[in-house]
């Protein structure tokens, strides 16, 4: 009889811990869509620290098509992260072109590494703040990226069981590239009808290089990658040197990446600040300085 108790109550504890790991949190919305299995795992990131010497950092998409519409409160997805890696996360919502993510970030979030499970991987709320909103038949897409050293692993499933979108990678620069599969993920959206006027954005974003030429060069050429702490954010850049035009070394608009050729040798210094859609711009714009010859 005691035997018999124990197994019931052992059944039982299981049951409630499966369907708490499986329910949509109290904070979230509807879940309006979702990719649940997961018998592979796909990097993001740094995968020099897997098993590819000599690769570039990837980046991680999985398109959806909204059912609902209103704002998306939550995703989820199935995590987990190599244990030296600290950098964050970065999760964003961004628009659809051919099949895979495009360039047009709509939203974005930060997820710490302390918030993602060391080794093996568990489902991970991702909470966008002032959510966006969404569009019932419209395509999306959830990109998973690292601005640092690190690498995430995010679970997938090597079937198209998800067949409302596909998942596609980019390494370093590059395109994003459809691949087989899905990610997996839930996404929820709010059934409220009435939304919460926001207050003023007063802040100024932050800029942030991400990708620079060495401090010496001997080619004639540099890149810049940047990125800003607001999604949605515009760009100027300036670059100051040798024998340049007064319109180079002046603020222009500019986007990521932003390519300078046919520079004569001497010093160079380059700037970029972040304008956010509310007009607010980085007072402290982000600097970077290299030397031709």
């Known amino acids: 009889m005691h035997r018999r108790m124990g197994r019931l109550r052992f059944i039982a504890l299981a049951s409630a ?42 980046t991680a998409g999985q398109t959806f098509t909204s059912g609902r519409s209103g704002p998306l409160d939550r995703v989820d997805l199935y995590l987990g992260r190599s244990a030296a890696t600290s950098t964050p996360l970065t999760v964003e919502l961004r628009a659809v072109a051919s099949g895979c993510p495009s360039d047009v970030v709509l939203w974005s979030a930060s997820v710490q590494s302390a ?3 060391s080794g093996a991987q568990a489902w991970t709320g991702v909470d966008f703040p002032s959510p966006p909103s969404v569009t019932a038949g419209a395509e999306y897409a959830i990109v998973l990226r690292v601005g640092g050293p690190g690498t995430y692993n995010v679970g997938d499933n090597t079937s198209d069981v998800y067949t409302a979108g596909q998942y596609c990678q980019a390494l370093g620069s590059g395109p994003f590239i459809a691949h087989g599969g899905d990610l ?15 207050p003023t954005d007063t802040s100024p974003p932050e800029t942030q290089i991400d990708r620079g030429p060495a401090k010496h060069i001997s080619h004639h050429k540099a890149t810049f990658g940047f990125a800003a702490s607001e999604p949605g954010a515009t760009f100027e850049c300036s670059l100051k040197g040798t024998g340049l035009d007064q319109e180079v070394k002046q603020f222009n608009p500019c986007e990521s990446p932003r390519k300078y050729k046919h520079l004569a040798e001497g010093r160079y210094r380059f700037r970029v ?5 509310a007009g607010n711009m980085d007072a402290t714009p982000a600097k970077d300085r290299f030397r031709v010859g």
């Open 17 to 58: 811990l499966l369907a708490w790991g499986s329910a949509a949190p109290a904070s979230a919305g509807t879940i309006d869509q979702a990719q649940e299995t997961a018998n592979h795992s796909a990097a993001v990131g740094d995968t020099n620290s897997i098993s590819c010497p000599g690769c570039q950092p990837q």
């Open 273 to 277: 600040r972040a304008i956010d859609a």
């Open 184 to 198: 997996a993920f839930r996404t929820y959206v709010d059934d409220e009808t009435t939304t919460t006027p926001q």
């Open 115 to 117: 918030s993602v499970a």
